[in-house]
């Protein structure tokens, strides 16, 4: 599969171009890790419209980064124990056949359509910022009916939350729904190089009752599995572009290394409004873009 | 010892179903395993990405495409033995993606080692799937 050959400015050199990507992704991994969705939906827009990417590209090169972002952050969860594996090896299940399909999907049927894949964008941002709002009133916590794979398997758990100051207890429910959310979460972060956080921290926390934190932290470490999947898939099949991907990766390594050092200090209020922003970005830049404004 | 190490705190749900709670707390050797890959893999590919990019800038030869091809892995190998730039960032991206893998592989070994069959199935059938991706990279 041959792409169109993207517009990088020659006149920079190669150094000073690796540094600012590498710049751009810090920045994209300490947004992606303080709200657990992996930075992707940033780092595409910006390696396109700062960079003048072929977005097959940004999506390959994104979706390595979020290897290492979810890889790297979920070192810290685990240890604080704020990652529910069980729930996470339940979910991996769904999040890992979307994800090879979305993957699939882009390096073929859609190996020529940079524009359908642009396009794409805008309703994941718009659906992103609607289940952002709905989440918004509370973190879940009311009453939610048994769900007998969740017993079976004994998914639930408990988590000292600091700044309540006291042991919280959870117990997941609508496991049906959650596994329907990961597959497509699945699906969109291998077509689109998102970690799908974006879709899984909210429905967790929703639908299956579990809290934000541990929802956020769960939801971060079934990236790693989800996007490797589909990046083995574009790096296999020759569709990585290594001089981008290798300044992206370990620069949204070392942003998510700082975002999730910061993670226990920020407030509820803090994520969401951080979580806003990266939207508004997102959405701005996109939009921008379909408009002709900025190429 | 910090208080989220002990799950079930009684009185907070109504009747927890007995007799699963020993299968509810992961063993700590999972959770210290699964750190100890993910910040070896992690480690590992941003050394040899960031040794990779240094001889990028000293070497020239940035560029912004895709090979295009199937991983050749014979040229793989050889291009590694001779340090040429992009075969050392693309192997620094494959040990990345394969770290993930990895940490599946000890997943599932060490819950069938539990006897625990429900999520030793569960990780096989997520391993497979890897397994799968790989097969459909390297055929497409």
């Known amino acids: 599969v041959a792409f169109p050959a993207p517009l990088l400015p020659g006149a920079l050199s190669t150094v000073l171009l690796v540094a600012l990507i590498a710049a751009v992704a810090v920045g994209a991994g300490m947004v992606g890790a303080l709200l657990g969705l992996g930075g992707g939906l940033f780092m595409v827009p910006a390696l396109v419209v700062l960079f003048g990417l072929d977005i097959h590209l940004a999506i390959a090169a994104s979706l390595v980064s979020v290897v290492a972002t979810s890889s790297g ?31 699939v999907v882009t390096v073929t049927v859609l190996a020529h359509r940079s524009d359908l894949l642009v396009l794409a964008f805008v309703p994941v941002v718009v659906a992103a910022a609607v289940l952002m709002f709905r989440s918004r009133r509370e973190d879940v916590r009311r009453e939610a009916p048994r769900d007998r794979v969740a017993e079976r398997l004994g998914l639930r758990g408990s988590y000292y939350d600091e700044r309540l100051g006291r042991v919280v207890v959870y117990r997941a429910s609508r496991t049906g729904a959650g596994l329907a959310v990961s597959a497509v979460a699945g699906v969109v972060s ?13 429905a967790m926390n929703s639908f299956m009752n579990i809290p934000i934190r541990v929802a956020t932290a769960t939801s971060n470490f079934m990236i790693g599995v989800t996007a490797a999947a589909g990046a083995v898939v574009y790096a296999l099949s020759g569709q990585v ?9 370990l620069g949204m390594l070392a942003g998510t290394t700082l975002g999730a050092r910061w993670h226990r200090f920020a407030s509820f209020g803090q994520l969401k409004i951080g979580f806003g922003a990266i939207l508004v970005v997102a959405a701005a830049v996109m939009v921008l873009r379909g408009a002709g404004v900025i190429a | 010892v910090s208080p989220a190490e002990e799950p079930g705190t009684p009185g907070a749900e109504s009747s927890p179903p007995r007799g699963r709670d020993e299968a509810v707390a992961l063993p700590a050797s999972l959770r210290t395993a699964i750190v100890w890959t993910l910040r070896a893999g992690v480690g590992l590919s941003a050394g040899i990405l960031a040794v990779g990019l240094i001889d990028l800038a000293v070497r020239g030869g940035f560029s912004a495409t895709a090979s295009g091809q199937r991983v050749d892995w014979s040229a793989l190998a050889n291009g590694f033995a001779v340090f040429s730039p992009p075969t050392v ?22 819950f069938a080692r539990q006897r625990d069959g429900a999520f030793a ?20």
Do not use: Q, W
Not at chain 1, 75 to 96: P, Q
Not at chain 2, 90 to 106: A, D, Q
């Open chain 1, 190 to 202: 291998g077509l689109l190089g998102i970690g799908g956080g974006t879709f899984k921290v909210p």
């Open chain 1, 241 to 249: 572009a290594v001089s981008v991907t290798a300044p992206v990766a």
């Open chain 2, 121 to 140: 199935a569960l990780t096989l059938f997520v391993l497979l799937m890897l397994i799968g991706s790989v097969l459909i990279g390297v055929t497409l």
């Open chain 1, 73 to 103: 952050s979920a070192t810290t969860y685990v240890h604080e124990g704020l990652s529910d594996l069980r729930l996470a090896m339940f979910l991996e299940v769904a999040t890992v056949i979307g994800g090879i399909a979305g993957a």
């Open chain 2, 89 to 110: 960032l693309l192997v620094g991206i494959l040990v990345l993606i394969l770290t993930p893998v990895l940490r599946v592989i000890l997943s599932f070994a060490l």
